[in-house]
């Protein structure tokens, strides 16, 4: 059975929000505890308003459903909570973004979002075994005088935040916007990742490479431009896609035609994450699961993508070993 392959394999996952993970029944109970008004009344109605246009819709419900964490305790319990999805999904590494703009312009301190998320993540690997790294996310639709801010927050917690990323709404924010931004960043010695294909044309993927990106999250429209693909293979960069937001936000319309066979042929390592579980129906099993299912995925092939997510991954040489 090929979701008993799926669960049984050691997986990492690469490219999970931690704000994409606040499921509607946490939704609800922080919105009362913290008198935080919220437009739904019940779960179901928080589920049925899960129907999305495109990534802009999708993020104006993210942005929304957030305001509903306030302090410290709140992003521990919601990190605690990804952690036990993670485990039972057998994640034994994971890369975990947070996008501290989308907190720090609502009056929350970056203290009590980067230490909830920390504590969770120590006491996660002392419960589940789980290593971890923190990306810290930077808001393309934001300026970049407020990226550069951010990123001093993030040297103050070098110890704990080992790459900066780019998300949020993709279309007329390329990644050369943020130049700077990743000068800086790669000059301070943190990884650096980017949303980059997602939405936007195969150019900003050409551009995220440029700034110096290890990974890129997502990528599919990389398939639009075979010469972009062929230097993407040759360089074995890793592609962090994520099936479930793809199909959830139009950005393909099956996943019946879903470019991993074309992407791995040239090279570029493919892996399966979860983006926003809570939001798109699935974590990171499901995401392999649907794929497996659309494409009839050989066990082959489902072993070497779950192996790709340990060797792109930021963890040491022997963590790597430890869990291959
Ligand atoms: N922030 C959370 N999820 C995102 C996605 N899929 N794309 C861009 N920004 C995001
Ligand atoms: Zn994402």
């Given at each position: 059975?090929?979701s008993s392959?799926?669960?049984a394999?050691p997986?990492?996952?690469l490219h999970?929000?931690?704000e994409?993970t606040?499921?509607?029944?946490l ?5 009362r ?12 109605e928080?589920k049925?308003?899960?129907r999305f246009?495109?990534l802009?819709d999708?993020l104006?419900?993210y942005?929304?459903?957030l305001r509903?964490?306030?302090?410290e305790d ?8 990804y952690l036990?999805r993670?485990s ?5 590494h994971?890369?975990?973004s947070?996008?501290?703009q989308?907190h720090t312009?609502r009056?929350?301190r970056?203290?009590?979002v980067i230490e ?6 120590k006491?996660?690997?002392r419960?589940y ?6 990306i810290?996310?930077i808001?393309?639709?934001l300026?970049v005088e407020?990226?550069l801010?951010?990123?001093s ?6 110890d ?8 949020s709404?993709e279309v007329g924010n ?7 931004v990743?000068?800086?960043a790669?000059t301070s010695g943190?990884?650096?990742v980017?949303?980059?294909g997602e ?6 993927i050409?551009?995220?490479i440029d700034?110096g990106?290890?990974?890129i999250?997502h990528?599919?429209r990389?398939?639009e ?5 062929k ?7 890793a592609?962090t ?7 959830k936000?139009n950005v393909?319309?099956s ?9 791995s042929k040239?090279?570029i390592?493919v892996?399966?994450?979860s983006d926003?579980p809570?939001y798109?129906g699935?974590?990171?099993?499901k995401n392999y699961?649907e ?11 489902i072993?070497?993508?779950?192996r ?7 963890a040491?040489d ?7």
């Open positions: 059975m090929v392959l799926i669960n394999l997986k990492a996952e999970i929000h931690v994409g606040l499921e509607p029944v939704m609800m109970s922080l919105a505890n913290n008198n935080v008004s919220i437009p739904y009344n019940s779960i179901d928080i049925n308003a899960y246009k495109n802009e999708f104006r419900l942005y929304s459903g509903v964490l306030k302090d709140d992003f521990y319990i919601l990190t605690m909570n036990k993670a039972e999904n057998n994640v034994r994971v890369e975990l947070f996008d501290p989308a312009r009056g929350v970056f203290e009590e909830g998320i920390h504590s969770a993540l006491d996660g690997e419960k075994g789980i290593s971890w790294v923190i810290l996310s808001l393309r639709d300026s407020d990226a801010h951010t990123l927050r993030a040297e103050e917690y070098k704990i935040i080992d790459a900066i990323g780019l998300d709404a390329p990644p050369s916007k943020f130049k700077k990743f000068e800086k790669k943190f990884h650096l980017a949303h980059a939405e936007g044309p195969p150019s900003y050409k551009e995220a700034l990106v290890e990974r999250d990528g599919v990389a398939i431009d075979e010469t972009l693909m230097m993407l293979g040759r360089m074995r960069i592609f896609l994520c099936p479930l937001s793809n199909l936000l393909v319309k996943l019946k035609n879903y470019p991993i066979r074309e992407f040239v090279g390592r892996t399966i994450n926003d809570a798109f699935g974590y990171i099993n699961e794929v497996a299912k659309a494409l009839n995925l050989k066990p082959k092939e072993i070497e993508i779950a790709n997510s340990i060797i792109a991954s930021f040491s022997e963590r790597k070993r430890e869990i291959l």
